[in-house]
């Protein structure tokens, strides 16, 4: 088998069928060699690290921004522009389906994250479509048949596209089967299609488990996105998860003034931090084991500020110290152990320190014997 794109599906009336260029059936089963002997395509990426070619759920609280991050990563890959001012993206067509919104708010969004730039001719806007069990996914599959180098599908939002839930399934089987749909899209084109959605209210540790619904959604997407407001100076974080990519989080600020979000240098902790905490924080990832005479001379803050805001870090868990006052981060290994101190070496018995006195220590200096005590011995 060859990396050929030609061997994706397409959708006609709803049905799966072979595209033109593929006579052949399309091939679901191997031998366990003949998969192994298989060379296939390296995934495509719409945003490199962050968005790769099949399902992803974007979730996040309302008004968080969801629908600014997805128009704009949207313009970025429609035009070939920087995604979140930062990530090189492959230009190519794009389709952004705002059905929550108007043509005049879209409108306005757009001149903002243009900022005077002209607007890309293959971004394609729609503010309705049929559900996807009434004709929304035959209504997605003629455009990418219309766009057939097509990189990113954004439905913002899903709950407005899913369709009504068939009788008789179980909630977890209804979510799934609502998913399927958007995800045999993008597997039959080789396009990223990304489902806007909403978190529930109450938080929980694992970002996975705060998206509204059952783990049905996230269950059948390819990788699950959930954009979450962050404590301090950071406006977001932005935690992914998936097949096709590693998991990690994203530090972010929002820019309303341009409506753009971008990406922080460093991860999310450090932004989430006061400046001094901040620096401390990037110091020692640099340089574990420093003591804070090290972290003030390489931060240039003072010693008795980094000092004190040490042992406050190291409380609140945000550093780790051991017995000798070297800090790290928690997580890190700890830095190599000081040496041991040598043994002390025997002394050289000399005629001054050979009487010893019995059961006394080797080691113990021998008091000198007066002389008349010696004469009288």
């Not at 709803?14 to 595209?19: K, S, T």
């Not at 921004?65 to 704009?72: D, E, F, P, V």
């Not at 000092?307 to 000798?324: E, H, I």
């Amino acid at each position: 088998m060859t990396n050929d794109r030609t061997t994706h599906l397409r959708l006609v009336n709803g049905d799966a069928v072979n595209a033109p260029a593929q006579a052949v059936p399309f091939r679901t089963s191997w031998t366990a060699d003949e998969l192994m002997a298989m060379t296939f395509p390296e995934p495509r990426w719409a945003v490199p690290g962050i968005i790769a070619e099949g399902l992803s759920l974007l979730a996040g609280p309302p008004k968080v921004g969801k629908s600014w991050l997805s128009l704009g990563l949207g313009i970025a890959v429609a035009s070939g522009a920087k995604a979140l001012e930062a990530i090189d993206v492959e230009p190519g067509p794009v389709l952004y389906l705002a059905l929550e919104d108007t043509a005049r708010r879209l409108q306005n969004r757009m001149g903002k994250i243009l900022g005077g730039q002209p607007a890309p001719k293959d971004l394609t806007l729609a503010t309705t479509c049929p559900t996807l069990p009434q004709g929304g996914e035959e209504a997605i599959a003629r455009w990418l048949d219309r766009n057939q180098n097509a990189r990113l599908v954004v439905i913002d939002v899903f709950a407005k596209i899913r369709g009504n839930t068939p009788p008789g399934l179980s909630a977890y089987d209804a979510d799934y089967a609502a998913m399927s749909r958007a995800k045999r899209l993008a597997d039959a084109y080789g396009v990223a299609v990304v489902l806007i959605h909403h978190v529930r209210k109450m938080a929980s540790e694992d970002f996975l488990s705060e998206v509204s619904g059952t783990n049905g959604l996230a269950g059948a997407a390819d990788a699950t996105l959930v954009l979450k407001r962050a404590r301090g100076t950071a406006d977001g974080v932005l935690h992914v998860t998936g097949r096709d990519v590693e998991e990690t989080e994203y530090a972010m600020a929002f820019q309303p003034a341009a409506g753009i979000w971008h990406l922080l240098d460093g991860p999310p902790e450090d932004h989430a931090l006061s400046d001094s905490r901040a620096a401390i924080a990037r110091h020692v990832r640099r340089h574990p084991g420093s003591t804070p005479k090290a972290i003030a001379e390489g931060t240039g803050l003072s010693y008795e500020n980094v000092r004190k805001t040490c042992q406050r870090m190291n409380a609140d868990g945000q550093l780790c110290v051991n017995a000798t006052g070297h800090y790290r981060l928690p997580g890190t290994d700890a830095p190599a152990a000081v040496p041991g101190v040598p043994a002390v070496p025997d002394h050289t018995t000399t005629s001054t320190n050979a009487q010893i006195h019995e059961g006394q220590p080797a080691l113990l200096p021998v008091p000198a014997v007066p002389a008349d005590e010696e004469n009288h011995q």
